[in-house]
């Protein structure tokens, strides 16, 4: 609730009432478990301060009798007592000192148990080098895709090739499998069924950084963060006029319109107080230039423009177009007129390609597509 | 089996130790001084105030008992300011020893496969993990500070409390084993508990 970013949310729909109970649950849960663990502890912690008492009244009865019969004198009865007392608990501190660090060996364990987790595709040996001099074509071949846990499968039996300078687009309804296809393409995920090659070789033989290296993305879930706007576009690749491309070559130079500090203006409030917020569709355009100054021999763009208005849109699309010669181009998207200038387009339903062709054939078929585009244009009619 | 069992947690113990001096070994090196010096200090509050009440109400010289205040006096401030500074130095290069491990986690979750990067099972385990490393991460202190101090203050204060009164000393240290294992079972406990707790805490951090 004190994410910023859900404010707008929660104040629309009065959910702070639904937000709190939810936290309130939470919170109860977690301390449930303290309060049974208190509970558990209890008893142990009695026999503790029982033999504690023991001892301290057992010193001052020794401490007393040798007083009495002379043996000891004030200092060094106050000596005595002081002393046994942190012996007492100088022992107990060096056992416990012991079954800490033995049982520190189980905290250990469970650190252990998270950083042994297999990394079979970061870490598994390049068998195939990425051709340095060329783009390769991308093959889906009988693909199909069950996420963990799941029994539905989200991508069934996908086929299809994109060629190095071809631009393809996926479309369909929510929850048809095109982002998904975009995460098998960028080996987030092995798909569970059928291959998918780069340049004729399966792509889980080539190094997973270097076959990453390939692509330029923007999603549609992007994330600003809250560092300088250069920062946000280059990260630590930085190069002056391959930036002041980027910024000449896309919507940026209005963004850095609003910032005191240029390309160096901080983006969020968590290190300087000299940022700026910026609206969803600088946002976006920021994404946008981060992909661009990527170069990637691979632009994947999954929804790379929901968030700008028809008129930034429409000049999106066209630096995307530019940004795209003569490189290969996937674009994810629900608005059909940005399908337009694609070669290929895969109209996916259910995790299946139903149909496939460019923006012409696909509207003389009039099947699916034809029916969505015709849905979305009849609002501009 | 079970001399085998403690044998191999004393070796992970000493690796855990390891790394971390390898990594950060300022903060051994403080946490040591730390440890030495605030049971230096509480040697000193029990056995220099008992001199000089022996030294006042005895038929010492004067100039012996402002001698031992002197001394006393002293000893306490140059200690304190010693164990302050040694405490501050030491948290700071505690935290900075923690957020190394949590640099390891964030480099483990950029690395790990996409998948366990989204199942609810990888998160709590992820969640889990970084509560540990607070844990586990003070074995370092408990070898350099804690048990390096408590040694040294245990070998004072036996030679002080032997002295006056042999016998207690063995009865003093059967109750003491008792009420270790008592602590052993605590120990246990939290242990075990804290693997629901993180995930239960988890749901709060969401929720909060």
Redesign the interface.
């Known amino acids: 609730m004190q994410d910023q970013r859900l404010g707008k949310e929660i104040r629309a729909y009065q959910a702070d009432q639904f937000l709190l109970e939810k936290y309130r649950d939470a919170e109860s849960g977690y301390l449930s478990l303290i309060e049974a663990r208190e509970k558990a502890l209890r008893k142990w912690s009695l026999l503790q301060q029982g033999i504690y008492l023991f001892e301290i009244l057992l010193t001052y009865l020794v401490a007393v009798i040798e007083f009495r019969r002379g043996a000891i004198a004030v200092g060094a009865f106050l000596m005595y007592v002081g002393a046994s007392q942190e012996l007492f608990q100088v022992v107990r501190d060096i056992f416990d000192n012991f079954v800490e660090m033995s049982l520190v060996t189980g905290y250990y364990q469970d650190y252990l148990d998270y950083m042994n987790l297999k990394e079979t595709m970061s870490a598994a040996a390049a068998e195939a080098d990425i051709p340095k001099d060329r783009t390769g074509s991308l093959e889906f071949k009988n693909v199909s895709f069950t996420y963990p846990g799941q029994t539905e499968p989200a991508v069934r039996n996908v086929s299809f090739v994109i060629r190095p300078d071809e631009k393809a687009a996926f479309v369909g309804d929510n929850g048809a499998g095109k982002t998904t296809l975009i995460k098998l393409m960028l080996r987030l995920y092995d798909p569970t069924e059928g291959m998918i090659f780069y340049d004729g070789v399966d792509i889980r033989k080539y190094g997973y950084a270097d076959y990453l290296k390939l692509f330029s993305c923007a999603f549609q879930d992007f994330r600003i963060f809250s560092y300088s706007l250069k920062e946000n576009i280059c990260f630590d690749d930085e190069n002056p006029e391959k930036l002041q491309d980027v910024i000449d070559k896309t919507m940026l130079d209005r963004v850095i319109q609003k910032c005191p500090d240029g390309v160096d203006t901080y983006l969020g409030k968590a290190f300087s107080e000299r940022s700026v917020e910026l609206s969803g569709g600088e946002q976006q355009s920021v994404a946008i230039a981060r992909a661009f100054y990527k170069d990637g021999r691979i632009a994947v763009f999954d929804e790379p423009t929901a968030a700008l208005d028809p008129m930034k849109e429409h000049a999106a699309y066209e630096e995307l177009n530019d940004f795209c010669e003569g490189r290969m181009a996937v674009f994810v998207s629900h608005r059909m007129g940005s399908t337009i200038f694609c070669n290929k387009i895969f109209v996916l339903d259910e995790g299946r390609i139903v149909e496939e062709g460019d923006h012409s054939s696909l509207m003389e078929a009039k099947g699916l597509y034809y029916d969505m585009y015709e849905d979305q244009a009849c609002y501009y009619r | 089996m079970k001399k085998c069992k403690?044998l191999n947690?004393?070796k992970?113990?000493l690796q855990?130790w390891g790394e971390q001096f390898r990594e950060c070994p300022k903060v051994s090196i403080y946490e040591a001084c730390h440890g030495i010096v605030s049971k230096l200090k509480?040697?000193l509050?029990?056995?220099l105030?008992?001199?000089?009440?022996?030294?006042l109400?005895?038929s010492r010289p004067f100039v012996r008992t402002a001698v031992l205040i002197a001394l006393y006096a002293c000893a306490t401030s140059v200690l304190g300011l010693l164990d302050r500074s040694t405490k501050l130095m030491q948290e700071a290069y505690g935290y900075q020893a923690v957020n190394l491990?949590f640099n390891?986690?964030n480099r483990?979750a950029m690395?790990?496969?996409?998948?366990?990067t989204e199942?609810a099972e990888?998160l709590d385990?992820?969640e889990?993990?970084k509560d540990?490393?607070w844990?586990?991460n003070?074995?370092g202190y408990?070898?350099c500070n804690?048990?390096l101090g408590?040694?040294f203050?245990?070998a004072v204060?036996?030679a002080?409390?032997v002295s006056?009164?042999p016998w207690?000393y063995p009865?003093?240290?059967l109750?003491?084993?008792?009420?270790?294992y008592?602590?052993?079972?605590?120990?246990?406990?939290?242990?075990d508990?804290y693997?629901?707790?993180s995930k239960?805490?988890r749901?709060?951090n969401?929720?909060?």
């Open positions: 403690h947690n004393a992970l113990v855990i509480t040697v509050e029990v056995v105030p008992a001199m000089v009440v022996d030294s109400t005895g491990r390891k986690i483990k690395s790990v496969d996409f998948k366990d199942s990888s385990r992820m889990t993990a540990s490393v844990e586990f003070d074995v408990v070898i804690d048990l408590n040694i203050s245990f204060m036996s002080v409390f006056l009164n207690i009865v003093v240290l109750m003491t084993v008792v009420s270790t008592a602590e052993r079972k605590k120990l246990k406990i939290t242990h508990s693997v629901m707790e239960a805490k749901r709060v969401y929720c909060r």
